[in-house]
Each structure stands twice: as C-alpha cells, then as structure tokens.
C-alpha cells in the first residue's frame, strides 16, 4: 500500500497532516494540502495574482453580460 500524501505547505513548520484526495489539490500552483492549507490565501500560493485576475476577469463578463442597455427613444 503506498504511503498517505501529506500536505506540502512549507511555512514556519512544515505540516505533517495528511493531504485530502479530492479538493486538497490547488488548481493554480496543483499542490498537495491539507483541509487548513487548501486555499491558495493559506498557503501562500505563488500563482495567487493569477488567481485574482481570473476571478477579475469572470467577474467582469458576468457583469457584463447583465448589462441593460436603454432602447432609444425618438422624440418628434
């Protein structure tokens, strides 16, 4: 049986929790975390300021794909 894959995040200490199998993989940086370090703002991800401008980007079609735009009016 191979062994757990533990959590990769490397701060003051490094921890020895064992990674989760589904959602412990970051998407940006593909590490291995634990439930505490999953998130890229807990682990210090170095593809953070990517992160952030794809959440800018997807903001910004969604809203303006929701835009409303005023029919013109023709006053005579």
Known sequence: MAPKKRCQFIGEQQCNQAALR???Q???CSS???ANH???EHHACHK???CKQQAFNRNKAKLES???VASK???A
């Open 38 to 40: 999953r998130l890229p």
């Open 73 to 75: 009016i023709v006053t």
């Open 48 to 50: 953070m300021e990517d």
């Open 32 to 34: 291995n975390f634990c």
């Open 66 to 68: 929701e835009r409303t």
């Open 22 to 24: 589904i959602v412990g």
């Open 26 to 28: 970051c998407a940006h």
